[in-house]
């Protein structure tokens, strides 16, 4: 059931619909207004509703977190750290009788792996969730907070996560999500297709570099150490 908001008769601004009463005031002027009987019925099953999204939030609040924090500190000790600390304790160990080959083969190359599985999947969730919070966020019209559903403007609750649209029944999330504003100035400073296709080509060189010279930071660490074992020994 979609209900056209209800506007107020004297400011004509839309109405919330939130608590089930035949009168509604208006949040800019104060104005009391009579709700049609259907609009009531609504806003008592949209009060139901609210009640199961209540039963919901700590659920998707602990889902909505993204990765730990410590995630990519992690991961990035892991990737420098494992691989010499691995090929040192495989050189180390004389029963084992590998030969430098072997050891980069079956110890330095894949140590890197916990380090890189970690950074990768920590980085997706991370944008996995952010997309998710984004596309269930609120509208934001002027200082009304609107459904994100049909525009209605929503009755929201103080330090609630979440409101449910009295017209519509959609749930949008209340908190700030930077995406938009980080997207805009991005956008600013693209005014052609041109410029957008540079600027992202560079961005992906970017990433590209960056994997492969972290990979040959590692390598190398990993090949200078066997050197210098090699040379003591
Ligand atoms: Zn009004
Ligand atoms: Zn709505």
């Known amino acids: ?58 659920l998707w609040r602990a889902l909505a977190t993204g990765a730990p924090t410590w995630s990519k500190p992690v991961a990035l000790a892991l990737i420098v750290l494992l691989p010499p600390l691995a090929t040192l304790v495989a050189w180390l160990i004389p029963r084992l009788e590998l030969g430098a080959v072997a050891i980069t083969a079956l110890v330095s190359l894949p140590s890197l792996l916990p380090g890189a599985a970690l950074w990768i999947w920590a980085s997706a969730v ?61 956008g600013e400073a693209m005014t052609t297709l041109e410029e957008g296709a540079r600027k992202l080509r560079a961005r992906r060189a970017t990433l590209g570099l960056g994997t492969f010279g972290l990979a040959l930071v590692v390598g190398g660490s990993s090949f200078l150490l066997w050197l210098a074992l090699r040379l003591a020994a």
């Open 126 to 186: 991370a944008g996995t969730t952010l997309r998710f919070r984004a596309a269930l966020t609120a509208r934001s019209e002027g200082n009304a907070t609107c459904c994100r559903g049909c525009g209605a403007p929503l009755a929201t609750e103080p330090g609630a996560l979440a409101a449910t649209c009295g017209y519509c029944g959609t749930d949008s999330l209340l908190e700030k999500i930077p995406v938009g504003e980080l997207a805009r100035s991005l």
């Open 1 to 58: 059931m979609r209900l056209a908001p209800v506007t107020c008769t004297s400011c004509a601004a839309p109405l919330p619909l939130a608590v089930p009463a035949p009168q509604v005031p208006c949040p800019h002027c104060g104005v009391a207004n009579a709700l049609p009987a259907e609009y009531v019925q609504a806003a008592e099953l949209r009060r139901r509703e609210a009640e199961a999204r209540r039963q919901t939030e700590p």
